[in-house]
């Protein structure tokens, strides 16, 4: 109960917390580093956190890790199924030209025939607690640029070392931080994948936006793939892979005289990331080479809400799985998800607005619709025709607990009523038949205000936060 904290104990913690941060690496770039030229270890900032870690009961974070590596191979047998993919998104590709853009290159490979023996999922499951049924329900699937596998295994850390200190007077035990290896696991499957594409001068090819802040983030894996494995990582902008990049006739993606062997896309999943024909010809490129992707087109699409909303359908997960017991676990998360075809729900969506989200073809954040908005744009659609329903998807609106928290941004420390999401990372690794990697591979809480409706800490929405089990 944070009423009993008196103001000078906080002082103490945030001091503390601030300091730990800088010393561990916990940063960001802050708002000045851009006119540094990008330049690493000039404006920086350490990462907006939670102070302490939330609460969160066993039993359901047992559950979302006992999940995950049934998701990672849904994600890759889904993946597998192009008609699929292409039939579930035909509609969305009318009225959204990113997804339109996207299934474009996945036409083409299929049309190839282009076979992807090497897969490499890096995926991010996330979920909230429904409070009144205390169920946890997954938000999305996230397979294109995961953020935090780094500093999400720094703030457990964190909340590890101040209640180490103050656990005492706090109330927490340290030990029910639950172990957070999402850094060291998601670099070894890079690793892992590079050493399948058994190329020795290959490298790791990170492709990140021009204008980035969690550049230290991506730099955590980078420098594990380093020092523990000695495979040497370099970033590049898809604007610069178009000029700097080519494919061999062997099919080896050469970008600036080096051969890469695995691809992993830190931009590339907002429309933001392709403002010209260059970022598209180098998505394109990198799709026909036979570098290892993370994620694939493939992976990409499967990953997008429409096929989210498709699978929780009756009877579609049993396509793709054979298990009845796994299908039954994963489907025990599923919140309602609905088309925009389905008349009875847009009436009820009109009807009672505040108890759906309307969720465009997005990723990144911020771009989803609540409450009277909600109503207002079905019914702008509905005079619209149907031809723009296929650009959204309506989901359940899940209502967790909401609860106080200090949050700290820019060394400031803020008491706000705030709602937690829970992230379950994923790692999957195959060559054909042979699956290498598939686990939970760490976590990563977000917290935020109760009364914002949007949640991402890139967006600027939320923070960095960790739990602790009760
Ligand atoms: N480019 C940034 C990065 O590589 O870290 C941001 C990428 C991004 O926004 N990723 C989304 C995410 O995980 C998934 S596509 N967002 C979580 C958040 O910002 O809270």
Redesign the pocket.
């Known amino acids: 109960d944070l009423e009993t904290f008196d103001d000078e104990f906080v002082q103490k913690l945030v001091y503390d917390a601030l300091v730990w941060s800088s010393l561990h690496g916990l940063v960001v770039g802050d708002k000045t580093y851009q006119k540094s030229g990008n330049v690493p270890g000039v404006g920086l900032m350490h990462a907006p956190i939670a102070l302490l870690p939330t609460a969160f009961p066993e039993i359901c974070w047992k559950q979302a890790c006992d999940v995950t590596p049934i998701f990672n191979e849904l994600i890759d047998r889904v993946s597998l199924d192009g008609k699929f993919l292409q039939d579930s998104l035909s509609r969305t590709k009318k009225a959204d030209v990113f997804t339109s853009r996207l299934l474009d290159i996945h036409s083409k490979m299929l049309e190839r025939n282009k076979k992807e023996d090497i897969r490499l999922g890096l995926h991010?499951f996330?979920y909230m607690l429904d409070e009144e049924t205390n169920s946890l329900l997954q938000i999305e699937m996230?397979t294109?640029?995961?953020?935090?596998p780094g500093l999400s295994r720094l703030v457990s850390q964190l909340h590890q070392s101040l209640l180490r200190s103050y656990g005492d007077q706090i109330g927490i035990d340290s030990e029910r931080v639950p172990r957070n290896t999402s850094t060291i696991q998601f670099a070894d499957a890079i690793a892992k994948a590079w050493l399948e594409y058994n190329n020795p001068r290959a490298v790791v090819m990170v492709i990140?936006?021009p204008e980035?802040?969690?550049m230290y983030?991506?730099h955590l894996l980078s420098s594990i793939l380093r020092e523990k494995h000695n495979i040497v990582a370099i970033r590049k902008t898809l604007a610069e892979v178009e000029t700097e990049g080519s494919v061999q006739e062997d099919g080896t993606l050469i970008v600036g005289g080096q051969a890469v062997a695995v691809v992993y896309f830190?931009?590339g999943?907002?429309p933001n990331d392709h403002p010209t024909e260059s970022e598209w010809n180098a998505r394109l490129l990198i799709e026909e080479s036979s570098a290892v992707k993370c994620p694939s087109i493939a992976y990409h699409l499967t990953?997008s809400k429409k096929i989210q909303q498709e699978l929780a359908k009756p009877g579609v997960l049993e396509r793709f799985l054979d298990n009845k017991e796994d299908i039954a676990k994963m489907r025990k998360c599923f919140a309602g998800l609905w088309s925009l075809d389905d008349p009875e729900i847009v009436k009820q969506a009109i009807e009672k607005p505040g108890l759906f989200v309307m969720k465009p073809q997005r990723?990144?954040?911020g771009n989803n619709i609540y409450g009277d908005d909600v109503r207002e744009n079905l019914l702008r659609l509905q005079k619209e025709g149907e031809d723009g329903n296929a650009a959204y998807i309506l989901m359940q609106r899940i209502f967790p607990k909401v609860s106080n928290m200090f949050l700290v941004r820019e060394g400031v420390y803020h008491k706000n009523q705030v709602i937690s999401e829970l992230?379950v990372y994923g790692a999957y690794l195959r060559n054909k038949d042979n699956v290498i990697v598939n686990e939970q591979s760490g976590y990563?809480m977000?917290t935020k205000i109760a009364s914002s409706d949007e949640?991402?800490?890139?967006?600027g929405?939320?923070v960095l936060d960790s739990i602790y089990l009760n």
């Open positions: 991010r996330d996230n294109i640029s995961c953020s935090f990140v936006q980035e802040r969690n983030d991506q830190r931009s999943y907002t990953g990723e990144g954040g992230g990563l977000r949640g991402g800490v890139a967006a929405f939320g």
